[in-house]
């Protein structure tokens, strides 16, 4: 169904008056069905980037100094030395109407039209924008019976379609079960129980592709950066990594 603008301003109205949804954050109304979880003034105290800012820009988090211009390139914050992706990139901080958009992905399978407009500038900026293919952070087959899907899938999903690249579920692969061991291990102990976890099925596929690879939520990117290994030691050029939000630190 297609509507104009001001049609779909009615319809929203209409199906906030049949099915009122109540905002995550501060309870008030969601005003618009696109928000999602939170409403417009929950969305609006939440830190998004518009690539304006400066950030690191190997994990994107985000600079204590801003620069301008050329400069932001050669932005680093110098933890992410080690990790194996080219570049990191989120629609914004792990924060209010984003962390709430990645709670509610862990019990549903659905991203707002909000969230999709989000990661796909953010996908559309340098230096994502390269990207060729879609590639999801595998989920444990264990937690994907639990679950029953994958939220990384569910994005991966929704930007192959808006990007019109194509989505592939099926070289990456997780081997082996020892994320259990990841509670309360710090960022290198973490480290070592992702290393190994994953392997490319399909060589094929990734070789000499720019990867975009997703995943719903960048804390200490150990996990994006073990499946990046994977994939660069199967040939892929340029592994990008693209998530809903990050750490802010
Ligand atoms: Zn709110
Ligand atoms: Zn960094």
Redesign the pocket.
């Known amino acids: 169904m297609l509507l104009t603008h001001s049609a779909q301003l009615f319809y929203d109205a209409l199906l906030t008056l049949a099915y009122p949804q109540v905002c995550a954050i501060c309870g008030g109304s969601v005003e618009r069905r696109k928000f999602g979880v939170a409403c417009e003034a929950c969305w609006n105290r939440t830190r998004i980037f518009t690539g304006a800012e400066t950030l690191?820009w190997?994990?994107?988090?985000p600079a204590i100094v801003e620069v301008a211009g050329a400069v932001r390139e050669e932005v680093?914050?110098?933890?992410?030395d080690s990790q194996s992706f080219t570049a990191a990139r989120a629609a914004g901080l792990y924060e209010g109407a984003l962390r709430e958009s990645v709670l509610l992905l862990k019990r549903q399978p659905h991203l707002s039209q909000h969230v999709e407009t989000l990661l796909t500038a953010t996908a559309m900026r340098e230096p994502l924008n390269v990207s060729t293919r879609i590639v999801p952070v595998p989920l444990h087959p264990r937690r994907m019976r639990t679950r029953g899907f994958n939220q990384a899938s569910i994005v991966a999903q929704v930007l192959s379609k808006s990007l019109r690249l194509p989505l592939d579920e099926k070289s990456l692969v997780r081997v082996s079960s020892s994320e259990k061991y990841r509670a309360g291990l710090d960022a290198k102990g973490r480290h070592d129980t992702v290393v190994g976890a994953f392997e490319v099925r399909h060589p094929k596929l990734v070789e000499n592709e720019e990867v975009l690879l997703v995943d719903d939520v960048f804390t200490t990117g150990s996990t994006v950066s073990a499946c990046a290994e994977a994939l660069v030691a199967a040939g892929a050029r340029n592994v990008f990594v693209l998530t809903i939000a990050r750490a802010s630190l």
């Not at 190997?58 to 988090?61: A, Q, W």
């Open positions: 690191c190997k994990c994107g988090v680093r914050c110098r933890r992410c």
